[in-house]
């Protein structure tokens, strides 16, 4: 089966986009059109607007809850399942167009049988769930100030457009961990660099210059909650991510399916996470 290491939009006959550095010394993302960047900012700040009233609730805490199958995905939960769902952000009601772009949004919860918060979220600011594990290459704490976190994560995302693909990032993420009361807790996780890799894993391997990424992924927030309950700890994540579109529509299943597939990983990383010993964190993180 051939897998693709050069641009597969390039090779579909597609005009790519590339790196460039924006405003801050700690965002450094493929660059969008502006009505894109406005309309992806929009689309967070919604998501973030609703995560937060939903915060508010006094009964209800996990973003499942206010599902029509919160009950039911609890009790999957109960039962070792992880229940995951697409979801998506509306204005008023109405979809929110984002330009030349596809927001991927999806939700999942696994139970971490046996554990309790304060270990959870203890361990969760000294190492990173999921190294040499599912989509997670390699993974490096960068930095520490009280709960807010810089982190380092080699990701690999893999799927099929004519061509299967292997695609390679380096990401960089700000994560803001908050304890909200004894039994619950959030983290925010957003990805302040992304980087497609040339020939991953190879000797001539090296961040993708201006003009030669593939665009399957340009911006990556994800929102974390996590409730201590008798049989564990619950740790649910809401992931927005945005992909470039292609013509037609063209891709749009495959790239939402990379999404999801991601998604599944991470919580399959995170339940195995805590069922193995503490790792000695490494004496040093890669440069930035």
Same mark, same amino acid.
């Given at each position: 089966?051939?897998?693709?290491?050069?641009?597969? #939009?390039?090779?579909?006959?597609?005009?790519?986009?590339?790196?460039?550095?924006?405003?801050?010394?700690?965002k450094i993302f493929p660059p969008l059109p502006d009505r894109t960047e406005a $309309?992806?900012?929009?689309? $967070?700040? #919604?998501?973030?607007?609703?995560?937060a009233a939903q915060l508010k609730d006094p009964k209800r805490f996990l973003a499942l809850d206010f599902g029509a199958t919160g009950a039911a995905d609890r009790q999957a939960l109960q039962a070792g399942l992880m229940p995951v769902s697409k979801m998506e952000t509306r204005s008023n009601g109405s979809e929110i167009d984002v330009p030349e772009a596809w927001v991927h949004h999806w939700r999942g $919860?696994?139970?971490?049988?046996?554990?309790? #918060?304060?270990?959870?979220?203890t361990r969760l600011q000294e190492e990173v769930p999921g190294t040499g594990k599912g989509d997670v290459i390699a993974s490096r704490i960068l930095g520490r100030d009280g709960t807010h976190v810089r982190t380092y994560i080699k990701l690999r995302r893999t799927g099929r457009l004519i061509l299967a693909y292997d695609f390679v990032y380096n990401t960089y993420h700000d994560v803001v961990f908050t304890r909200r009361t004894p039994a619950t807790a959030v983290s925010t996780s957003v990805a302040t660099k992304i980087a497609e890799m040339y020939h991953p894993g190879s000797?001539?391997?090296?961040?993708?210059?201006?003009g030669e990424d593939n665009r399957l992924l340009q911006r990556w927030n994800s929102y974390w909650h996590y409730e201590e309950v008798p049989a564990g700890v619950i740790a649910e994540c809401e992931s927005i991510t945005l992909s470039r579109r292609g013509p037609f529509g063209f891709g749009r299943s495959v790239a939402d399916g990379t999404a999801q597939e991601s998604m599944e990983k991470a919580l399959v990383n995170l339940r195995?996470?805590?069922?193995?010993?503490?790792?000695?964190?490494?004496?040093?993180?890669? $440069?930035?």
């Open positions: 089966m051939a897998v693709i290491t050069r641009p597969l #939009l390039s090779l579909l006959g597609l005009a790519v986009l590339g790196v460039s550095v924006q405003a801050g010394p700690v $309309a992806w900012t929009r689309y $967070a700040s #919604l998501t973030e607007e609703r995560i $919860a696994v139970l971490i049988r046996g554990a309790r #918060l304060d270990q959870v979220f000797p001539e391997e090296r961040e993708f210059g201006p195995d996470f805590f069922a193995t010993p503490r790792r000695t964190p490494p004496a040093s993180s890669p $440069a930035r």
